[in-house]
Structures are given as C-alpha cells and as structure tokens.
C-alpha cells in the first residue's frame, strides 16, 4: 500500500512537472505556454512552423476548425477550415501581405466581407482616418511589365452606385452607376501647353464637320446578361445571428438612397434616347478622336470634337461675312447714282489719271465660252492679281497682272464647271472689289 501510494506521488509528481514544461503561470498572472516566460503579452504561446500549429478555435458542430492562427517560415496566417496551409491574410513586417498567389482567400481575395440582411448598418467595411494627409484606402497593381486592375467594384443593377462619393454627409457629388453613367458637377481635362508637343492648327475642319452624321439611339439592355444578385449571394456563406436585435445598431451618416428615386432612374434610363455619334462612322472622318476600350467596343472622346467644332465654326463664319461683304458690295452697284460714277470713272481711266484701281464687271455675263475682266491699275501699284472664287470662299485659280493702267483679263469657260462664281482683285495684299459672273453650260 505505502509503495503504491509512492508510486503515485511520484506519477503526479512528473505530470506536473511536465505540465509546468510547457504551460507556466507567472506570480503576474500572466501566461506562457510552451515557453517559460511572457515578456510579449500576457498570454505568450512559443509555435514553430507548419499548418497545425500556433493557436486553433475547433467548432464541435462543424468538426473542424473555425479559426486558425499559424505560422510559416516568413509569415504569419489568419485562416479556417475552408483554407489550405498557406492561405488566408498573410502577416509579415507589421502589414497585412498578400502580393503572392499562394496568399489569396478561398473566394478569389485576400480579404473577403459578406454583408447579409440585418439590423446594422449595410456596410462590407469602413475604413476611417483622421491623420495629416492620411488615406483611408491605398491600392497598387505594383507591376510595370504586366496590366491589371488596381481596384474593381461589381455591382448586379444599372441603378446601383458601383463608385461614389460626396462631401459632408449631405449628398452624392460623384457617382458611377451600375451601368457606367458617370455623374459629377464638373470635369476638367489636363490641358497645359507646356505638357504638349506637335502643336497644330486643325485643317480643313468644316470638311470633317460635313462629314459626320449626327444619330439618335438608345442602348441595349445591360441588365439582360446579368445574373440575379440573390444568386450570388446565395453562393457566400451566410452567418445568421439570432441576437443580432438585441445589439445597438452602428450608425454611419451616409445619405440613404431612395428606392423609388433609383426605381424613376431605371424606368428613364430604360425609355431614355441619346444623341451622338456611331464611333465607327467617325473613326473613318476623324480617327483620332476614337479609342478601343478594355471590352474591345469603340469609344469616342467628345471632349476632343470641340476644338474641331470651334474651328468649322470659325470658318463658316470668315465666309459668311466674305459673304456678306460681297453681297454689300453688289447691292451698292445696284443703285442709279453708281452709274453716274461709273461714267466719270471711265473717262479718268481712258486719260490714264486715276489714282485709285478699278475692277470692271465681266463682258458678256453671263458667258459660256469665253469673258473679259477689264481692270484699272495705276503706276504706283506694286503687286496685283485677279482671284476667282466659288461661293464658299474657296479660291479656284489666280490670273497675275504685270501692265499698269487700263487692260483685261480672259477668263476661258473650259477651266471652270458651269455655276456662279466670284471674282475680286487684290492689290499689294488687299481686296479692292469683288464681282459676280456666271459660267452657262
């Protein structure tokens, strides 16, 4: 009996000891396990390397572990029982690293938030910074020799705000819908000369311009090769808390997006027709202003259509007020009191006196063959030539004039398609008169 008694004190004896091997309860209180002292929180647990080791929370309900804290060679894990060795959020050097493959969650990210119904807040994650020049979220796509996406936002309905932001907490100043309409209050487009280079005058712009043709359309339904959001959702795992109505609700000042407001934003966006252009007709007119998209379809930069607007306007506008000059012209040597004028012009020109030059109208107008302009050039002109041009301004042939004084110009029928047609002298870079002939089949 008394050996047996032995026996056991010494069993006990070694048990303890070995329990006192790897679990120790400091006189602080604090807790080391498998380590001796805890010098690095109150509890310490001292774990190698490999998938089951470090700290486990089993769920006897699922047979398999809830929540996992392991370590290997570099980084420290937070994983489940859904996560292979490896996996999950990868801790090194005081952040949070997830840069490799092997570090990416079971649902395709390195972090991964399912909001159900319930009664806090909709929120997936809120991220908050009040520091000096702090950021709330930073994200990179680190390489320079591959593409990829830095952020992307996917939503299940045009309507929804798949981007947006606001000022204060009273409203939305910036949103990118679902469907990718864009609202904002204002855009600006970088535009400084000292950051461009081959620098040139749009040419012929009003020829674009005649070019282009303006359309009405609507858009295909995008909602029609979406899935049901309730599908996707269906497809997350769902953590229903029976508790949930008990707790405080977290309250987050965002403006509440109305139901039906966004139900009269879908009905319009349904019926809504939009004026534009078709990107592969103006790619043909005006090339470099169409761009190809990541999905392959054609886009085109409006904002780049206004330079080449503003010049066709200014250049319709020079010929309507050539135009108009000319027309001016016409109508005063329409009045009777110009004919006398014109008389005593003639005889000044036949004593080769006048100090002026003097465009004569065409003989015969209108014509078919063959027509005279005569014309009047004192000596002290230096440079002269008659222009011909068609209504629009443009000029089609120039006829240079080297005698002073009186003399003519032929103008041939054959160099010309019938029509009408303006002709003007110039004289040392200046427009002295503009006149009308007509050139008959």
Avoid at 36 to 55: A, H, K
Avoid at 86 to 93: A, E, S
Avoid at 232 to 259: C, G, H
Avoid at 404 to 429: H, Q, T, W
């Amino acid at each position: 009996m008394k050996t047996n008694k032995i026996t056991s004190i010494a069993i006990f004896i070694f048990i303890s000891a070995t329990l006192c091997a790897q679990l120790k309860v400091l006189n602080n209180g604090k807790i080391g396990l498998r380590s001796t002292t805890s010098n690095y929180g109150d509890i310490q647990i001292n774990i190698g390397d490999g998938d089951n080791t470090g700290l486990c929370l089993f769920k006897t309900t699922w047979n398999e572990p809830a929540l996992k804290i392991t370590s290997d060679e570099f980084y420290t894990f937070i994983t489940d029982a859904k996560s292979t060795p490896q996996r999950g959020i990868g801790f090194m050097f005081g952040s949070v690293c997830v840069s490799e493959k092997d570090y990416l969650g079971e649902y395709g990210g390195a972090l991964n938030i399912v909001q159900t119904n319930s009664n806090y807040y909709p929120m997936g994650l809120c991220v908050t910074t009040q520091s000096n020049d702090g950021l709330g979220i930073y994200s990179q796509h680190s390489s320079s020799t591959v593409n990829g996406t830095s952020i992307y936002s996917r939503v299940f309905r045009g309507t929804s705000l798949a981007f947006a932001s606001g000022l204060g907490y009273s409203n939305y100043n910036f949103y990118v819908k679902g469907d990718g309409t864009a609202y904002t209050n204002g855009i600006l487009v970088t535009s400084d000369s000292t950051l461009k280079t081959n620098i040139r005058t749009i040419e012929n712009p009003l020829q674009k311009i005649m070019k282009m043709r303006g359309v009405s359309y609507k858009y295909k339904d995008v909602n029609e090769n979406l899935i049901n959001n309730e599908e996707v959702i269906a497809n997350y795992p769902v953590n229903e808390n029976k508790d949930s109505k008990n707790r405080e609700t977290t309250k987050i000042d965002i403006p509440k997006l109305e139901q039906s407001t966004l139900k009269q934003i879908a009905d319009e966006d349904v019926n809504l027709e939009h004026f534009g252009f078709l990107a592969q007709e103006i790619e043909k007119i005006i090339p470099e202003v169409v761009r190809t998209t990541v999905n392959g379809t054609k886009a085109i930069a409006y904002t780049d259509l206004i330079a080449i607007l503003v010049e066709g306007m200014k250049e319709q506008q020079l010929t309507i007020e050539n135009l108009n000059e000319r027309i001016l012209f016409l109508e005063n040597q329409s009045q009777p009191q110009k004919s006398k004028s014109n008389s005593t012009d003639k005889a000044i020109i036949e004593a080769n006196s006048l100090t002026y030059p003097v465009l004569d109208q065409n003989i015969p107008n209108p014509f078919n063959t063959t027509t005279t302009i005569g014309y009047y050039l004192p000596t002290t002109i230096s440079n002269a030539s008659i222009y011909v041009y068609d209504m629009n301004g443009t000029q089609l042939k120039s006829y240079p004039i080297t005698e002073r004084g009186k003399g003519n110009v032929i103008i041939r029928g054959s160099e010309f398609v019938a029509g009408i047609y303006l002709y003007g002298l110039i004289v040392d870079g200046n427009e002295v008169d503009v006149k009308r002939m007509i050139l008959t089949e």
